[in-house]
């Protein structure tokens, strides 16, 4: 069971309503702030506390101790300014993790200059995975961990890797990534790969890499 966490959420839009519903899902404490009695009120019955309160009034979020949450997520909708101010009064009250939601590209850089911890633009970043993942059918599933590094689950169906060994196919130096998982077509996971674990035909393999050369690797092992 995942840990147990304190999460606020503020603004319960379409998407902070979704970050509410998988936390809870998740076992999680969520407090739900939102500026509509209506919205508050739908939310009550199913996290731990909703309040209606203002994103922009300091001695509000003052008062719920928002400093003290382990993730702060503020996803209001298309209001620039609360969202940028609901940033700077979480970050200042001490929220160790504060993941905002960004309209467009210039408010996402606002967002990261003024101390947001993890910026997401949701319609943005999903067009990127659909598109990625049409253009790169091998690819199972990824995870960007940061601007370099990328994690990515590989079908491997090129025969040319079939029957041989991770020294053999040396992924490390001839793709640029390191395959941190192996996992049969019979789903039996191997999470430490060794040098003579051998590839057997359309074994998915985890790797970490950067994008550019998980793209190339999708090329040749499809």
Known sequence: MAKKESYAVIGIGQFGASICEALVQAGQEVLAIDSSEE?????????????????????????????????????????????????????????PDVICRAENVNHA???????????????????KRLIFQQLNPSVVDYVTLSKEITLAEVNINNPKFFNKTLDELNFRNRYNVNVIIIVSKDDEVNQMPQANDVIQPHDKITVVGQLKDIRKLNDIVS
Do not use: W
């Open 109 to 127: 850089r606002v967002l990261e200059r003024i101390g947001a911890d993890m910026v997401v633009r949701p319609e943005h970043d999903l067009a």
């Open 39 to 95: 919205v508050v009120n739908e939310f009550a019955g199913s996290v731990m506390r909703a309040v209606i309160a203002d994103a922009q009034d300091e001695d509000a979020l003052c008062d719920l101790d928002i400093g003290s949450f382990d993730h702060v997520y503020i996803s209001i909708g298309k209001n620039v300014e609360a969202s940028i101010m609901a940033t700077l009064i979480a970050k200042e009250l001490g929220a």
